[in-house]
């Protein structure tokens, strides 16, 4: 858990853009078509290496590999610190996009198969909603430090803070348990979870054969590959909260009669406040997976959260945030339960593999939904963007509903 946490409590996250863009900074200064190729050199970065360092995690000691996770990124944060220019940048991004890369994927496998050797795989969706709880503690922290870091050492100070949490980070994954072997000769732990595919792969197999395998998972296990379509298409909202603010700054803009965000009237602390409350819902939703944890009712939950979402979005009111939040918990638990049922499929011969394959596709459906809301923004404000957002979700959960009924009908 305390890896989870200091993994995503840095406080570059709010300031880094502020960052690029800052004129008094030199080497920095960058206008908005600089910065969005940052941000696409980051994306194009996390799809590329994804799969590969999937792969290397299903050949080597998954411990080494979250250990030299956020030593990488840290270099990426300590050269934006150190000498700040464009290039600095886009090599911190694709330093920063590797690292994480090393982590997603191989966090899941190590903690299952982790589980599954103690013949706990049940517990698998807890520690998992307790992870992602601490990630988003992680992230409220680092935003919390932001400010007062800035006050007292600049950029500087926010950039060795940041540096220092990746260290404490890989120091503390440094110590997770192991006993499945990678590829340096300690003893492999064979035990396997409740049904995946049993043409595994040898572990000790190559890049080609790893591949195979998870391939062969997700062709002959048909809740398999729902699962993991599942947990990409619910990237699709997710990735929308980096617009949050904006959704939260129109309803209290609305209420104070304020035409939009930054407007005079406009108020960032209550920005901040109600923000807080959506964050709330979402460590809720993660932890409620732990208590709760049923494949079936995913289909209507994704609908419900769909249909708060759409409603909170269009009511316009700060009151609104909590049905964001509410929404946000839903469609989080549900991502936390799709993941836990694809872990219990998978073998550990090619888990990461297959994990690594479903943040590939989070990243792409991410990038999608940032297209999506740069198009869209041409005719709609912030809360109609996040009401149509929501509408596929509607579809989804008929078809998840659907396909309940037919499974069940066809076993009488």
Known sequence: MGAALLEDLIPFYPLYAVLFAD???????????EISALFVVWSVSSVIVEVPTGVLADRMSRRKLLTAGPLITASGFALWTAAPSFLAFAAGFVLWALGGSLRSGTTQALVYDELAGLGRARDY???????????????IGGTALAAPLFSWGGYEAVGIASVVSCLLCSLMSAMLPETRAGRDGTPADTSESDGPDPGDADPGAGWLAIVRSGRRSLRT???????????????????????????IGAFVGEAENADAVGAPGTDPGAIALLMIVVSIGDIGGALAAGRFRSVAAIGPAVGLGAIMLIGASLWGHPVGALGIAVAF??????????????????????????????????EVVAILAYAGWALGSVWLGPAGLFAVAALPYVVVSALLIGGAMTVRASRR
């Open 329 to 362: 918990g839903i469609l989080g638990w549900a991502r936390v339960v799709a993941d836990a049922a694809l872990q219990d499929r998978l073998s550990s011969t090619s888990r990461a593999t297959v994990t690594s394959l479903a943040g590939m596709g989070e």
């Open 125 to 139: 969706a807890r520690l998992s909603g307790l992870m992602r709880a601490a990630a988003a503690l992680g992230v």
């Open 23 to 33: 004129p008094g900074v030199p080497g920095a200064g960058l206008g908005p078509a």
């Open 221 to 247: 296990q048909p809740v398999a590959r729902r699962m993991l379509l599942l947990g990409v298409a619910l990237t699709w909202v997710a990735a929308l909260d980096e617009y949050l603010p904006l959704l």
